[in-house]
Nanobody
Framework: HVQLVESGGGSVQPGGSLRLSCVAT????????MAWFRQTKGEEREVVAA??????WYADSVKGRFTLSRDNDKNILYLQMNSLKPEDTSSYYC???????????????????????WGQGTQVTVS
């Protein structure tokens, strides 16, 4: 069965950097529609960045600071986070749409309910 396992979170000072990793099992990162979301306790989950069939999207709050990438050989999705701010403090989650179902990605990439698989999350604290 599909598993997504995140790692790379931690505590950093403002202006610092972290790289989050999402290792996928039984899922092909190269051809999948995947995303990073974040959620702070008591607040709604929000999308951070997403890969689609031919596009990459970023939330306005992270544009120019965060970069999404994937290692197809290792089947890993990365989120490079630079110039971190205290407001980036959150739990970060990797999400994936089931294979072969990336249709209407452009209309759905930011909706958490559109994704079928989720990791357990990794905590990022900026202070």
């Amino acid at each position: 069965h599909v598993q997504l396992v995140e790692s790379g979170g931690g505590s950093v000072q403002p202006g610092g950097s972290l790289r989050l990793s999402c290792v996928a099992t039984a899922y092909t990162v190269r051809s999948g529609c995947m995303a990073w979301f974040r959620q702070t306790k008591g607040e709604e989950r929000e999308v951070v960045a997403a890969f689609g069939p031919s596009s990459t999207w970023y939330a306005d709050s992270v544009k120019g600071r965060f970069t999404l990438s994937r290692d197809n050989d290792k089947n890993i999705l990365y989120l490079q986070m630079n110039s971190l701010k205290p407001e980036d403090t959150s739990s970060y989650y990797c999400a994936a749409r089931r294979s072969g179902a990336c249709y209407f990605w452009a209309s759905n990439w930011s909706r958490g309910t559109w994704y079928d698989y989720w990791g357990q999350g990794t905590q990022v604290t900026v202070s």
